[in-house]
T-cell receptor
Framework: DVKVTQSSRYLVKRTGEKVFLECVQDMDHENMFWYRQDPGLGLRLIYFSYDVKMKEKGDIPEGYSVSREKKERFSLILESASTNQTSMYLC???????????FGPGTRLLVL | QKEVEQNSGPLSVPEGAIASLNCTYSDRGSQSFFWYRQYSGKSPELIMSIYSNGDKEDGRFTAQLNKASQYVSLLIRDSQPSDSATYLCAVPPSGTYKYIFGTGTRLKVLA
């Protein structure tokens, strides 16, 4: 079974703080994704990585950066957290070929 | 802009009935189609994938794909209260791994 883990289930941060969300997968997948999910807006892609040190912007990259130094680990960084970044953050991984994306349990972030 | 559309619902069905969930997509070149189930407060989990026109059955779930009409549907037979969740349709546009998700249909199965 594919396992995708995220560093925190719940996180509370203050406006202006730097926030790190970490995602680890154990299936040697090349592709990893960060999404945020908000009511009525669905899943929106923030960033995508297709290999170590390689990344692509998704639909809403503003205010976020990512890091992929090792194949199994993909980090999302909020450089200076703002209240409009309060959301559920979901990480996913995907192998090559027509396979499905597997999701981590999610991190619910509250920025005060 | 590639799109995936779903009716947001809620779709309410009585226990034991068939629930029918629909999804339309805009990219004619898409080759893979996925249905995820998401319980409130949880992350999405895959329940069905389909790649060819026609029906694919897995237990109480049947996925139907019609590429000419650009729609994919999910049928849930003998619906149970435990099927109450939001169902997300996901379609990767051709040549990319960046899936596009619909906003989901909320299903309520009434006991």
């Amino acid at each position: 079974d594919v396992k995708v883990t995220q560093s925190s289930r719940y996180l509370v941060k203050r406006t202006g703080e730097k926030v790190f969300l970490e995602c680890v997968q154990d299936m040697d997948h090349e592709n990893m994704f960060w999404y945020r999910q908000d009511p009525g807006l669905g899943l929106r892609l923030i960033y995508f990585s297709y290999d170590v040190k390689m990344k692509e912007k998704g639909d809403i990259p503003e205010g976020y950066s990512v890091s992929r130094e090792k194949k199994e680990r993909f980090s999302l960084i909020l450089e200076s957290a703002s209240t409009n970044q309060t959301s559920m953050y979901l990480c996913a991984s995907l192998g090559q070929g027509r396979e499905t994306q597997y999701f981590g349990p999610g991190t619910r972030l509250l920025v005060l | 802009q590639k799109e995936v559309e779903q009716n947001s619902g809620p779709l309410s069905v009585p226990e034991g009935a068939i629930a029918s969930l629909n999804c339309t997509y805009s990219d004619r070149g898409s080759q893979s189609f996925f249905w995820y189930r998401q319980y409130s407060g949880k992350s999405p989990e895959l329940i069905m994938s389909i790649y060819s026109n026609g029906d694919k059955e897995d237990g109480r779930f049947t996925a139907q794909l019609n590429k000419a009409s650009q729609y994919v549907s999910l049928l849930i037979r003998d619906s149970q209260p435990s099927d109450s969740a939001t169902y997300l349709c996901a379609v990767p546009p051709s040549g990319t791994y960046k899936y596009i998700f619909g906003t989901g249909t909320r299903l309520k199965v009434l006991a």
